[in-house]
């Protein structure tokens, strides 16, 4: 499995998103994003966007006020990783206009959504934009 979890957090450190692709308990998961949290957030913009954390590989990159985490295998690409972050930050601009954490609180469900467009089971499998919106956009017609 590459990505075993996706986190969207404001610079309070409060979660926004938490989206897991292997199985942890309730508290495993708030022990495990409460440290992960802390050792990304006190870090400068000087250092790079990975930090290791246990068994995981955290890539993180900040858009104004949120934080995107996501933790993967040692073994998953970097780079490749913050292209997907960068990815996703589009794809919810195209929907929302210049996303904000407020869009991402009040729309949680097409947030969810869009995610589980674009990863299946921990495997990114839509790349393209169009593609991950076009759902949402019909359910909006239709509603």
Do not use: W
Request: hydrophobic fraction near 45%; aromatic fraction near 10%; include cysteine.
């Amino acid at each position: 499995m590459g990505i075993r979890f996706i986190l969207l957090v404001n610079k309070q450190g409060q979660t926004r998103l938490a989206q897991y692709f292997e199985y942890l308990t309730l508290e495993q998961r708030r022990i495990l994003e409460g440290e992960i949290v802390r050792k990304c957030l006190t870090r400068t913009d000087q250092q790079c966007s990975f930090v290791e954390h246990r068994n995981y590989k955290v890539v993180y990159r900040r858009y104004a006020s949120l934080f995107f985490l996501i933790g993967v295998d040692d073994d998953e690409n970097e780079l490749a990783i913050l292209e997907f972050i960068h990815l996703l930050v589009e794809t919810m601009d195209r929907h929302f206009g210049n996303v904000c954490e407020l869009d991402i609180m009040f729309h949680l469900e097409k947030v969810h959504f869009m995610l589980e467009e674009m990863v299946m089971n921990g495997y990114i499998v839509e790349t393209s934009k169009s593609n991950v919106l076009a759902p949402i956009q019909l359910m909006e017609k239709t509603a």
